[in-house]
């Protein structure tokens, strides 16, 4: 079963009024939300100490970022060739190793 809306309060009002109406509370709602986060975030950021974690912070976060990126990448790839290798030589060891007569009918 399909949920029904909840009645509106007024009779006379049109579905597409109080979808407006939804909509213009939402968006206020939105801005207010949107403004205090900003004044939240100014006087953070106004603060001193506040402000020189978030800089050694980011900081660090560059530093990890980038010594990732120089280090681990590499030894990914490294690792994924090392592995197709070994892939690749054992398929080669089980193609040599077969019996003449199951090598795919090639005498």
Not at 17 to 40: C, D, G, I, N, P
Not at 51 to 63: C, N
Not at 66 to 84: A, G, H, K, N, Y
Request: net charge neutral; no cysteine.
């Amino acid at each position: 079963p399909i949920p029904s809306l909840p009645a509106s309060s007024s009779s006379s009002s049109s579905p597409s009024s109080s979808f407006h109406t939804t909509t213009r509370s939402v968006s206020s709602k939105m801005s207010e939300l949107v403004a205090s986060a900003s004044q939240a975030l100014s006087t953070l950021t106004n603060n001193k100490p506040v402000r020189k974690w978030l800089f050694a912070t980011g900081k660090a976060a560059w530093i990890l970022g980038s010594s990732l990126l120089v280090v681990v990448v590499p030894l990914v790839i490294e690792l994924d060739r090392e592995q197709q290798l070994m892939e690749m030589e054992n398929q080669q060891l089980g193609v040599l190793t077969q019996p003449a007569g199951a090598q795919g009918g090639a005498q």
